[in-house]
């Protein structure tokens, strides 16, 4: 059983940034794909990032191209999400999850979740 515990969430104004960790425990993250997804109030959960269990891979939302990056050290056992120029309309809990296999934009793929950490990105 894996747990994940997220970190790194606050109150920031928009085009600050962020810096969102991961910390998995009970299991190795080196043979599962990870990602990144959020939920706004009152919405459903959607897909943010994803990155392959080695890290050569990496696909994002449209939406965040180019203003986030996702990346892991499987060493310590922790994904991150580096997010930049945070606009309003990305405010929301933002979920860790990881799967076995290869990188996924669904969150049904995804068996392991976190509690989420909260983004609120100002005006």
């Known amino acids: 059983q894996m747990q994940l515990v997220e970190s790194g969430g606050g109150l920031v104004q928009a085009g600050g940034s962020l810096r969102l960790s991961c910390v998995a425990s009970g299991r190795t993250i080196r043979t599962s794909a990870m990602g990144w997804f959020r939920q706004a109030h009152g919405k459903e959960r959607v897909f943010v990032a994803t990155?392959?269990?080695?890290?050569?891979?990496?696909t994002y939302a449209e939406s965040v191209k180019g203003r986030f990056t996702i990346s892991r050290d499987n060493a310590k056992n922790t994904v991150y999400l580096q997010m930049n120029s945070l606009k309003p309309e990305d405010t929301g809990v933002y979920y860790c999850?990881?799967?076995?296999?290869?990188?996924?934009?669904?969150?049904?793929?995804?068996?392991?979740w976190g509690q989420g950490t909260q983004v609120t990105v100002s005006s």
């Open positions: 990155i392959s269990w080695g890290g050569s891979s990496t």
């Open positions: 999850a990881a799967r076995g296999g290869g990188t996924s934009t669904t969150t049904a793929d995804f068996g392991y």
